[in-house]
Nanobody
Framework: EVQLVESGGGLVQAGGSLRLSCAVSGFTFDDYAIGWFRQAPGKEREGVSSISARAGTYYADSVKGRFTISSDNAKNTVYLQMNRLKPEDTAVYYC???????????????WGQGTQVTVSS
């Protein structure tokens, strides 16, 4: 059974940092890329970053230089280190197993349940 479980969300002040984790089971990182998405209230879900064994890493322009994605194959976990957080980063963050390396909704096969990130000004 494929599962993705996010953790690490919370409340942080602007300029602060959080690290999100996505623990996966039922597949390996050779089978799927892993993407991070976020959805703010009233907005569409958007791809933020992804990591792929074949294609490397991808970042949306809005987070480039502030967020870093990485993976620990031994722990079957993907991390999203988020630095210099801004109020506009506030959203529910989801990880997903992707059949292609760019994080778009159409590329997602499996989703986690999401974790809330709130950045106060």
């Amino acid at each position: 059974e494929v599962q993705l479980v996010e953790s690490g969300g919370g409340l942080v002040q602007a300029g602060g940092s959080l690290r999100l984790s996505c623990a996966v089971s039922g597949f390996t990182f050779d089978d799927y890329a892993i993407g991070w998405f976020r959805q703010a209230p009233g907005k569409e879900r958007e791809g933020v970053s992804s990591i792929s064994a074949r294609a490397g890493t991808y970042y949306a322009d809005s987070v480039k230089g502030r967020f870093t994605i990485s993976s620990d194959n031994a722990k079957n976990t993907v991390y999203l280190q988020m630095n210099r957080l801004k109020p506009e980063d506030t959203a529910v963050y989801y990880c997903a197993a992707l059949w292609a390396p760019i994080p778009t909704i159409d590329h997602a096969n499996y989703w986690g349940q999401g974790t809330q990130v709130t950045v106060s000004s």
